[in-house]
């Protein structure tokens, strides 16, 4: 067998640089100009002279990571997690919050901007607390053979391994509290070395702890789980695989929206800060100018977080969501809260809806509220029917951009913008924008 010499690739030596940022894009990252494009720097803030090591350079920008600072911005803030910068959950916390809001407001502006004819402005910022907003969070358990202990927190940025927390200033309070008694009841069970995760849910009538295990419980396991959750008055829930769901103990949880008491499941969707979400509805409310006589076509409505409330003040109101249990949940909710006038169906929005018995109906107002792909497979539908007004909800600006376009074309304007601080100290950016016909 004939064997060729190569010689080993020798690494290329890393670039480093001294540049000076101008800007914030809304992941948390500077943006500096080199040599012609956009070099992305983590850890540095606008106005800020830094020294850089490039780790990837492409041909339309580069990436980078801050090695010395040379100048510090007075937007530069202490983060107030000491998990922060080694766990992944958030990205801004060395940000001031008003640079924080501003950048994503820029952020959202310029996508929406792009190509559109209108000049767009976000004309407010929908805000609630900055630190202790998330009512819901899920964190990752797993037996480190090593250590004989039990991991539990959130994965590292980029990397499947688990961070240890002890606290997390951005959960709610009752849910941080928790989490060191949490973590010895659970490192104490026969059956630690079997959990995949553990979810917090703060309802409205006390906190929920759902537990994803690998393999059955032990009856000593379950007493000692059972009587830990009575102890603090956790609604406990057992979930041996993806698809099914325990009620162990404890009522089902339920929040309160509009006057509405809005029961769900914890598997169930829901917006993760209360205070932000009231403030979105109403403002939708507000936005559709509803009238007794409207008509309103609410679409990938989920269990209803829009819907139910648009029910108290119109003639009739349709809510269309593609997973079934929560147009299960939704039509529960509309029994409970006695809105006979609210109906909701099972559809797949990405595919056609010719011949939905929804489909025809003649609306006045839609709303909707798509997943971070956006809503292009309804739109051509949505311009049929012609409402006079149309609220768009996004998590994704570059999908809402994107949506924007056949809504112009076909004589809408873009009549008021909103970006939603849903998560802040985080990258996720959300919108609401107002479309009304010509």
């Not at 008003?98 to 929406?112: C, D, H, V, W």
Request: proline letters at 5%.
């Amino acid at each position: 067998m004939v064997q060729f010499y190569s010689a080993a690739r020798r690494a290329k030596p890393r670039k480093e640089l001294t540049v000076t940022i101008d800007e914030l894009d809304p992941f948390g990252q500077g943006v500096a100009r080199y040599q012609g494009k956009a070099l992305f720097v983590s850890g540095a803030l606008p106005g800020e002279k830094v020294q850089v090591i490039v780790q990837e350079d492409k041909r339309h920008y580069s990436r980078g990571k801050a090695t010395r600072l040379l100048t510090q911005s007075p937007d530069r803030v202490v983060a107030r997690c000491p998990h922060y910068g080694e766990c992944g959950g958030c990205q801004q916390q060395h940000v001031s919050e008003a640079l924080q809001q501003q950048s994503k407001k820029n952020a959202l502006e310029r996508m929406l901007n792009h190509n559109s004819s209108q000049p767009l402005n976000v004309e407010q910022v929908i805000r609630g607390d900055s630190w202790h907003y998330r009512r819901r969070a899920r964190l990752s358990l797993r037996w480190d053979n090593k250590q004989q202990r039990l991991e539990m927190g959130f994965r590292k940025s980029g990397s499947s391994e688990i961070v240890n927390i002890r606290q997390c200033p951005v959960m709610v309070q009752p849910l941080e509290r928790l989490l060191p008694e949490l973590r010895q009841c659970l490192s104490g069970l026969q059956g630690a070395r079997d959990l995949g995760h553990a979810e917090l849910v703060q309802a409205d009538n006390g906190v929920v702890l759902v537990l994803r295990h690998l393999k059955p419980f032990s009856v000593a396991d379950k007493e000692k789980l059972e009587r830990f959750s009575q102890s603090h008055q956790l609604m406990l829930f057992l979930a041996p695989d993806n698809n099914t769901l325990q009620h162990i103990c404890g009522e089902m949880p339920y929040y309160q929206s509009h006057n509405l008491k809005l029961s769900f499941s914890p598997q169930d969707f829901i917006q993760v800060n209360d205070k932000v979400n009231q403030q979105m509805v109403t403002t939708a409310i507000d936005w559709l100018a509803l009238q007794p006589g409207d008509r309103v076509l609410d679409l990938f409505c989920g269990m209803g977080n829009f819907t139910l409330p648009v029910g108290q003040y119109v003639e009739n109101v349709v809510g269309v969501e593609g997973v079934a249990t929560l147009v299960q949940q939704a039509a529960y909710n509309a029994q409970d809260n006695d809105l006979h006038n609210v109906t909701f169906y099972r559809h797949d929005l990405e595919q056609d809806v010719t011949g939905q018995p929804w489909a025809s109906q003649g609306f006045t107002k839609v709303l909707l509220d798509p997943a971070r792909a956006g809503a292009a497979g309804i739109m051509a539908h949505i311009i049929a029917l012609a409402p006079q007004r149309i609220v768009y909800v996004s998590c994704n600006p570059a999908t809402l951009a994107r949506d924007s376009e056949p809504l112009m074309a076909a004589g809408y304007i873009a009549e008021r913008v909103t970006m939603l601080d849903m998560f802040p100290h985080t990258s996720h950016l959300e919108s609401m924008v107002l479309f009304s016909r010509t």
